[in-house]
């Protein structure tokens, strides 16, 4: 839609003192019908200048409170807040041509509800059910192929159709661990920990895969890490998932930089990769299952990561720019914070 700002704009030399009062009088009507619209509407809106000040939120926004975004790039976050309730918010970004940031902000709670409902609820449940007991069972005769074409390799040492098959098997052996996986999430079994030892352990063991591809990971460690109440194993498959990502990304190498920092409510880790990156469209069905760009991709690794940062009660974001790269955030609230929280 063509502003009046912009036809008053072009003629203003030419108004006379009337019809510039005229004009006058109907941009601000123009601009009070975008106020009632602004006002009205359920979706919050936020636009930042390029220093990442706000300049407008309207009332949505306004209850929303503070939210941290991704500023000057694209991206899509889920975030959980806790405060006054528990919510689940969807967050885009996108860069304004004339400099900073639009940012809109959707409650999706009830809608995130719905599908866990209708995922738990009669019919779809007993499909759930019945795919998780089949992969189950093809689980069991999978690890006695494997243990036989293992004592068949110490026989024919060298042997490539063996090899081959062994190949195979692991990546069966994957596919069916993660489709179980994402079946049924298992409840994260929290103690106080940081986030910085799961991600040592998943370095170390990546390690192989990460010279192969002649990528490096460097770490920043940029304030004292607060504990937080994390699930070890859970969170070392989140650093696997985002890290595997990130290198399958970087096809030329180079290296991959994570900080780990944290402000007055969270403990924040940052995964940063110069590969490929994503575009808005990408970007806008990041998380969803079965989304993959890959030959070999299952679209599940993004999927079964955030719901297990969901179920730690932090929330993980995206932002990203074809070409450039990718940064992946997750934050987890502080152990101090959540004691204040139930108090
Ligand atoms: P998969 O890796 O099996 O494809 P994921 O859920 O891990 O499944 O990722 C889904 C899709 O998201 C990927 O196929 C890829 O297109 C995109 N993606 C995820 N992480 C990155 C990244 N770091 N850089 C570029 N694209 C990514
Ligand atoms: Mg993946």
């Known amino acids: 839609?063509?502003?009046?700002?912009?036809?008053?704009?072009?003629?203003?030399?030419?108004?006379?003192?009337?019809?510039?009062?005229?004009q006058y009088?109907?941009?601000t009507e123009e601009l009070a019908f975008f106020e009632t619209l602004m006002k009205t509407m359920k979706e919050g809106v936020?636009?930042?200048?390029?220093?990442?000040?706000?300049?407008?939120?309207?009332?949505?926004?306004?209850?929303l409170g503070d939210i941290a975004l991704p500023l000057g790039t694209a991206s899509r976050s889920e975030l959980r807040v806790t405060y006054p309730e528990e919510r689940i918010l969807e967050a885009r970004t996108v860069p304004m041509?004339?400099?900073g940031t639009l940012a809109y902000i959707r409650d999706i709670t009830a809608e995130k509800a719905r599908t866990r409902e209708e995922l738990e609820s009669g019919a779809t449940k007993s499909v759930c059910d019945l795919a998780?007991?089949?992969?189950?069972?093809?689980?069991?005769?999978?690890?006695?192929?494997?243990?036989?074409?293992?004592?068949?390799?110490?026989?024919?040492?060298?042997?490539?159709?063996i090899a081959a098959c062994r190949q195979q098997v692991a990546r069966l052996d994957g596919i069916i661990r993660r489709f179980l996986q994402a079946l049924r999430p298992a409840r994260p079994?929290?103690?106080?920990?940081?986030?910085a030892e799961p991600l040592e352990r998943c370095v170390a063991a990546l390690r192989a895969q990460l010279e192969d591809r002649h990528i490096s990971i460097a770490v920043d460690k940029l304030t004292a890490i607060p504990p937080v109440a994390i699930d070890q194993n859970q969170f070392e498959q989140v650093y696997f998932n985002l890290i595997k990502n990130a290198l399958e990304a970087m096809k030329d190498g180079g290296t991959i930089h994570i900080v780990l920092s944290?402000?007055?409510?969270?403990?924040?880790?940052?995964?940063?990769d110069c590969g490929e990156g994503m575009d808005e469209s990408q970007l806008a069905h990041l998380f969803e299952p079965y989304r993959t760009t890959k030959e070999n991709g299952t679209g599940l690794g993004l999927m079964v990561t955030l719901r297990i940062v969901r179920n730690h009660g932090g929330s993980i974001s995206a932002r990203s720019k074809r070409g450039e790269g990718t940064t992946f955030t997750i934050r987890l609230p502080r152990i101090e914070r959540r004691i204040r929280a139930l108090k």
């Open 189 to 195: 079994n929290l103690a106080p920990g940081s986030l």
């Open 46 to 63: 936020v636009v930042y200048d390029g220093k990442g000040d706000v300049v407008y939120r309207n009332e949505a926004a306004e209850a």
């Open 262 to 272: 944290s402000d007055d409510n969270d403990a924040i880790v940052e995964i940063s």
């Open 25 to 27: 009088r109907r941009a």
């Open 97 to 99: 041509e004339r400099g």
């Open 1 to 22: 839609m063509k502003s009046i700002f912009q036809g008053v704009l072009k003629h203003i030399d030419r108004l006379d003192g009337a019809k510039l009062r005229e």
């Open 132 to 161: 998780a007991g089949v992969a189950h069972e093809i689980g069991n005769p999978l690890n006695a192929i494997s243990l036989n074409l293992q004592l068949l390799e110490r026989e024919h040492e060298g042997d490539e159709l």
